[in-house]
Nanobody, 115 residues
Framework: QVQLVASGGGSVQPGGSLRLACEVS????????VGWFRQAAGKERERIAS????????FAADSVKGRFTISRDNAKNTLFLQMNTLQTEDTAAYHC?????????WGQGTQVTVS
C-alpha cells in the first residue's frame, strides 16, 4: 500500500517560513509526478506546486510563485515544500500527492496557519 505522511506545518507570523515534508512509502516518486495542494476553509483545492517528472517541467501557482519552492529527495522518497514570506492568505491545509500519470495517491495533509 502507498502512504504519504506530511509534516512541518504549524503556526507562524506573516513573513515567516516553514518547510513541509512528505514522506512517501510504497511508490517511487522519482518516476512520478509530485505536487503540493492546499485548501483553505470555504475554498476549493488549489494546486500550488508540482514537478511533472524527473528533469521535467515544474509548476508554481501565481499565488505562491517566488515564495514557495518544491523539491524532492529521491533517495529518501520524500517531497518538500519550502515556504517563505508567508502571508495570512496562505493559511490552509496542505496536502502532498503523487502518481503517474495522475495524482492517484494523497496524504492526509498538514495545517499551516499564518496570523
Amino acid at each position: 500500500q502507498v502512504q504519504l505522511v506530511a509534516s512541518g506545518g504549524g503556526s507562524v507570523q506573516p513573513g515567516g517560513s516553514l518547510r513541509l515534508a512528505c514522506e512517501v512509502s510504497g511508490f517511487p516518486i522519482d518516476r512520478s509526478c509530485v505536487g503540493w495542494f492546499r485548501q483553505a476553509a470555504g475554498k476549493e483545492r488549489e494546486r500550488i506546486a508540482s514537478i511533472y517528472r524527473p528533469g521535467g517541467n515544474t509548476f508554481a501557482a501565481d499565488s505562491v510563485k517566488g515564495r514557495f519552492t518544491i523539491s524532492r529527495d529521491n533517495a529518501k522518497n520524500t517531497l518538500f515544500l519550502q515556504m517563505n514570506t508567508l502571508q495570512t492568505e496562505d493559511t490552509a491545509a496542505y496536502h502532498c500527492a503523487t502518481g503517474w500519470p495522475d495524482f492517484d495517491y494523497w496524504g492526509q495533509g498538514t495545517q499551516v496557519t499564518v496570523s
